[in-house]
């Protein structure tokens, strides 16, 4: 079966909001599942760091600093993949 091409989105925000949306769903379709999986695939270039600081809800200033730079780097490659537009 062939890859699914994720949706292009407007911008990170989307891309985050439609992520976490599929993330906490329990009952996924076959391809919420595949797409799933697609957008986890261009969240996981980033470090684990990055990735924790993505999901972190810390409100420290250094917190934000981390996040707004895993945000940054995110959206650099999901611009280069196509996936949000630029």
Known sequence: MAAMKPP???SLAAFLAHYRALSSGASRTADEDRL?????A??????PEL?????S???TASA???RER???HLRRELVARGIVSD
């Open 64 to 66: 934000r600093r981390s």
């Open 42 to 47: 261009a969240i996981a270039i980033l470090s």
């Open 36 to 40: 799933f999986a697609e957008l986890s």
């Open 57 to 59: 809800s810390d409100s």
């Open 8 to 10: 292009p989105y407007s």
């Open 70 to 72: 895993a945000e940054l």
């Open 51 to 55: 990735r924790a600081a993505l999901d």
